[in-house]
């Protein structure tokens, strides 16, 4: 039984298209984030969520857009795609009392 | 405000040690260790929240330095599933989301 899962797994897409990532989590958690990693391993954040409400919004291009129906899912949506928006998308949860983060697959985004 | 990881490689032969290095300019409020195995998710080690603080399971280990600015992940006897990237990520409140550092990546050999 996954705690994080991430749909899909892999999307490849041409320049200009939107796209949506899915993100579910079972374990009960009120916040959870998106994380882009780049093909140098770098871990950024993106959109951080407590309870269905954004908190933090990094400095990410307005072009992506995160919802969040219920506290369980966290999705994000991406518009007119570019090169550069090419990584692993990763959702994470966080257990309120420790602190640690649990991240679901990863989504690999290529833009052509 | 990202922390600063060292070294960003480093290649042990199977039962060598490593250590490796996760610091801030400012003190923080908490550190946080992970391992990213190619093509997976990164996956938790542990936390440490007060300076002075040591921790570890196995052998892997960590200690958070007395004024919260310094954490050093210890890695002895390694074994060659000790290979992957490791991540610290830092908070800075209670609140704020994990920033992570750039990574190392350890490769262990035979």
């Known amino acids: 039984d996954t705690a994080v899962s991430q749909t899909p797994k892999y999307l490849v897409t041409q320049m200009g298209n939107d796209k949506s990532i899915k993100c579910e989590q079972n374990?009960?958690?009120?916040?959870m984030y998106w994380y882009k990693q780049d093909s140098k391993k770098f871990l950024k954040i993106m959109f951080s969520?407590?309870?269905?409400?954004?908190?933090i919004n990094e400095t990410v291009p307005n072009r992506f857009s995160p919802k969040s129906p219920d506290k369980a899912h966290l999705n994000l949506h991406i518009n007119s795609l570019e090169l550069g928006d090419s990584a692993v998308y990763f959702c994470?949860?966080?257990?309120?009392?420790?602190?640690?983060?649990?991240f679901g697959e990863g989504s690999r985004l290529t833009v052509l | 405000q990202q922390p600063v990881q060292s070294p960003q490689a480093v290649i042990l032969r199977e039962g060598e040690d490593a250590v490796i290095n996760c610091s801030s300019s400012?003190?923080?409020?908490?550190v946080h260790w992970y391992r990213q195995k190619h093509g997976e998710a990164p996956v938790f080690l542990m936390i440490?929240?007060?300076?002075?603080e040591q921790k570890g399971h196995d052998k892997i280990s960590a200690s958070f330095n007395e004024k919260k600015q310094q954490s050093s992940l210890y890695l002895t006897a390694s074994q060659l599933s000790y290979s992957g990237t490791y991540f610290c990520?830092?908070?800075?409140?209670?609140?704020?989301?994990?920033?992570f550092g750039k990574g190392t990546r350890l490769s262990v050999i035979a």
């Open positions: 994470a949860s966080r257990r309120t009392d420790t602190g640690e983060l649990f």
């Open positions: 440490l929240l007060k300076g002075g």
């Open positions: 400012k003190a923080l409020y908490s």
């Open positions: 374990l009960g958690h009120d916040t």
């Open positions: 990520g830092t908070l800075n409140s209670g609140n704020t989301p994990l920033v």
């Open positions: 969520y407590n309870n269905k409400e954004l908190i």
